[in-house]
């Protein structure tokens, strides 16, 4: 697919969702686009369209209820796009993922149905505070925990997070992602994660290189 009708169908998905226009952003996310994936139609049609209505609402252009409704409508379809689980589980660490103290739902629905897809069988454990969060990961053994925040106040708590399953003694690998990960690129190395991703199909192959460290 060109990169011309790339930018036309994000120009026509961020008027549809302006307009709060389900139909037509329907049409967009499913129509027929030969070559382009479900994930390719999330990663390079929502995740960019829903950046710059963000940015716009930053600089007063559009309205919180235009963010916020484009976000709604984006989790409907999203929903409808993805594949559903892969039935041939891959034998794996045990593993879950979570919004740490944060609204922000969308990017970790996403990165839950690519694991799905690709095989990974993993708990989703919502949206949790740090302490809930730490008691849970002991009580479940977890071996490895995804953490999606979209905040960077929710990064800064990642931090909690490290702290107190090291005061627990529980060993486990913390992935993390979400945009005050993107802004600065430093700041997962500073919460003490130990990986970072930018999209859904990063969660993937990390998982899988840690799948092979854990092995
Ligand atoms: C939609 C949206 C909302 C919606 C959320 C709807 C929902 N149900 O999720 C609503 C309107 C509710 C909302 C509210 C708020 N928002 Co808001 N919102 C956004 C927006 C525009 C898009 C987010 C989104 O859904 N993107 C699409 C998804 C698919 O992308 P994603 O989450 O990044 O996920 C991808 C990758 O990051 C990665 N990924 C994500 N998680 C993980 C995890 C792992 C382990 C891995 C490997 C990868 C990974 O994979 C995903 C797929 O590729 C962003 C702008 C932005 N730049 O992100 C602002 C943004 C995140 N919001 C922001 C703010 C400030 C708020 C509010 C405080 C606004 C307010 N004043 O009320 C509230 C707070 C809510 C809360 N307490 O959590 C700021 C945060 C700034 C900051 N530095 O902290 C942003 C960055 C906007 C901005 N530019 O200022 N918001």
């Known amino acids: 697919m060109s990169d011309s009708t790339v930018l036309e169908l994000r120009d026509r998905l961020k008027n549809?969702?302006?307009m709060i226009d389900y139909r037509t952003v329907r049409e967009v996310l499913t129509?027929?686009?030969?070559?382009?994936?479900?994930?390719?139609?999330?990663?390079?049609?929502i995740v960019p369209v829903l950046e710059q209505i963000g940015t716009g609402w930053e600089n007063g252009?559009?309205?919180?209820?235009?963010?916020?409704?484009?976000?709604?409508?984006?989790e409907e379809v999203v929903d409808m796009i993805l594949p559903p689980s892969d039935p041939s589980r891959i034998r794996q660490p045990k593993m879950a993922i979570?919004?740490?103290?944060?609204?922000?739902?969308?990017?970790?629905?996403?990165?839950?149905?690519?694991?799905?897809?690709?095989g990974y069988e993993l708990g989703?454990?919502?949206?949790?505070?740090?302490?809930?969060?730490?008691?849970?990961v002991v009580a479940d053994r977890l071996q490895i925990l995804l953490i999606s925040v979209l905040m960077?106040?929710?990064?800064?708590?990642?931090?909690?997070?490290?702290g107190g399953l090291q005061e627990a003694k529980h060993p486990v690998k913390i992935i993390?992602?979400?945009?005050?990960?993107?802004?600065?690129?430093?700041?997962?190395?500073?919460?003490?994660?130990?990986?970072?991703?930018?999209?859904?199909t990063d969660a993937v192959r990390i998982v899988h290189q840690l799948m092979e460290e854990l092995a």
């Open 16 to 18: 549809a969702l302006l």
């Open 31 to 45: 129509g027929d686009h030969p070559g382009m994936t479900p994930f390719q139609r999330v990663e390079y049609l």
């Open 61 to 74: 252009e559009y309205s919180l209820s235009q963010v916020y409704m484009s976000g709604r409508i984006c």
């Open 98 to 118: 979570v919004t740490l103290e944060d609204y922000h739902v969308l990017g970790k629905r996403i990165v839950y149905s690519a694991l799905r897809a690709s």
């Open 124 to 136: 989703n454990y919502g949206q949790m505070q740090a302490s809930d969060l730490v008691r849970r």
């Open 152 to 162: 960077l106040p929710s990064a800064l708590h990642v931090k909690d997070v490290v």
């Open 176 to 200: 993390v992602g979400g945009a005050p990960f993107h802004f600065d690129q430093q700041l997962w190395r500073e919460v003490g994660a130990d990986a970072f991703g930018e999209t859904a």
